[in-house]
């Protein structure tokens, strides 16, 4: 809604004081505003070049376009308007002469929630951050929940990455499950950091432009669902659109699409190792943020994907020398009857921590039929995901720092494909997802020797101070190869009775201060996922164990996106950026 007000003309100058100067900086009822007599003309403008704040009489002027001489913005005096979308449009007040008096039209000029939004659009289409993180800034403070920030870049990314739905989508919604957990000053970051990817990663990409649902009364959606697991599996990403698109304006429930596409994404093994199942459990959860009505679009960014995957049959690890695809495919057709002869026994399952050493130490037959027998003893599709994640982080708490760099990264896609295999369960238990915690179960077998030797699961220091400990975790993390260091400072803070929440907001603010990194991204997310879903259990602690470990690991960075984030919040305030602060080294 745009803003209307009356005129509300305020005495700036002397006319003939303007035209023997040429320009002149007044201040009036808080607006520093920089006068211009241009020929016969006048001009007022905010002295403040909306691009980082440099005053604009320093500026040149020529030929009625005023250049800002730090970024060379330029800007139209008549009307505002720039010329370079990296800065903004310039306000420009409404002048009025009578006799010697220039006066100046103070009213509003635009809803700044309005303009914001807007220009968050074109942060977007030209991949500008600075646009972006002064846009999140501002549409924060108005609307704190971020939903509606959110959900423009989801429905930018969607239509715009003709790939499909890929990293800045799940680093966006990542981010966005996150939120709740920060404190209100990392939250802007957040999305800024999730609104920038989304914007990289769609930059000289085509669009994607979405198919048609099938014409008239199309098929039901039981039908739809077999025509799209047979296109996805012949690698027909068109058609598996098609018949998903048909089915959401069909109206098939949001149960009956997950379905589809959980059964399409564990139809082969771990496609593209994990990644694809997490990219559609992501999907569904933003759906779950922004609600369903952009279902359409959402949904159909997923059958690229989906289609076009490497699946783990095509990969030698897999077949050689154990054929674990042989193994898996072999299981499928004992779920069913395992599922019904646990039937009577679901609630009592009591065999986690046995079930967790298995997957961990045992031979890949042996942790197959040990998942098939959990079953069969009541353990429901949850409760068994649930074992597979807990193995899986575990990897990463014990993950020895004399292994290849690059290894954290295998161990990380086994972690985050389990978390999103048990989400989708938690959201829609089917046979059919349910090969994906043995898919996953088997993933962490091969990445066994990731944990030889072992690290020791640390233990809490019992004389620890919480929150000096707090204190240190971010000093830590300002220095390399602190991983150790980082497990045993979580394990104290937790062990002696630190508060859960305050750690995983210090993960966060410690997570977006520094350059963006899809894959430590992810697991943060995952392990506070798990953490939330394991409180109140003796298992809890330790996803944000493997978590912290993991940003250890990949901290520190150069920071440079959160340098760039840090002017938009001083511009924000009102500071000079451009002038050194009194108390800084440079200014000394």
Known sequence: MTLVAAERFVRAASLAELRAAGRLVVHIDRHAICLFADGDEVYAVDNRCPHMGFPLHRGTICDGILTCHWHHARFD????????????????????????????????????????????????????????AKATIELLDANPAGVDVFRAGLDFGVLRRGGGWFRGLTTLTCFMNLVPWLDPVDRAAALYHGLADVASDSAMQPPHFLLEPLPGRGPGARRLAVWFRRFVDVRDAEGAERALVSAVRGGATQRELADMLF???????????????????????????????????VLASLPAQLARAERMEEANAWRNPV??????????????????????????????????????????????????????????????????????????????????????????????????????????????????AFDAATSIHLDRFLN??????????????????????????????????????????????GEPAQLVAA????????????????????????HQLLADTGDAALPLLAATRYLAAHATTPRSQRQTFEIARRLHRGEKVYEEAPDSPAAM
Do not use: M
């Open 77 to 132: 005096l008549q009307t505002g308007g720039t010329f370079d979308q990296f800065a903004d449009e310039l306000r420009c007040f409404p002048i009025s002469v009578s006799g010697d008096d220039v006066l100046v039209d103070l009213s509003p000029q635009h809803d700044p929630v309005t303009h914001q939004r807007k220009r968050l659009q074109d942060g977007l289409e030209r991949d500008i951050p600075l646009v972006l």
């Open 263 to 297: 059964a399409a994404a564990t139809d082969h093994r771990y496609l593209d190792g994990g990644h694809t199942l997490d990219f559609v459990n992501k999907a569904l959860e933003a759906l779950d943020i922004t609600g369903w009505e952009p279902a359409e679009a």
């Open 323 to 436: 054929n674990l695809v042989a193994l898996l495919e072999g299981t499928v057709g004992e779920l069913p009857g395992a599922l019904a002869a646990g039937s009577d026994k679901r609630g009592h399952w009591d065999d986690r921590a046995a079930l967790v050493e298995t997957i961990l130490d045992g031979e890949a037959s042996t942790i197959i039929d040990a998942l098939l027998d959990a079953l069969r003893d009541g353990a429901s599709e949850v409760e068994l995901t649930s074992a597979v994640s807990f193995a899986a982080a575990t990897r990463i708490a014990r993950f020895p720092t004399s292994n290849e760099f690059g290894d954290w990264d295998t161990a990380l896609h086994t972690f985050t494909f389990a978390n999103a295999v048990e989400q989708g369960l938690r959201r829609s238990p089917s046979v059919e997802l349910l090969r994906g």
């Open 452 to 497: 030889v030797p072992a690290t020791r699961i640390p233990r809490p220091a019992p004389d620890a101070d919480p929150e000096a400990l707090l204190l240190e975790l971010g000093h830590l993390l300002d220095r390399q190869q602190q991983v150790d260091e980082a497990g045993q400072l979580v394990a104290s803070f937790l062990g002696v009775g």
């Open 507 to 530: 993960l966060g603010s410690a997570l977006v201060r520094e350059n963006r990194n899809f894959h430590t991204i992810q697991c943060v997310e995952a392990a506070v996922r798990q």
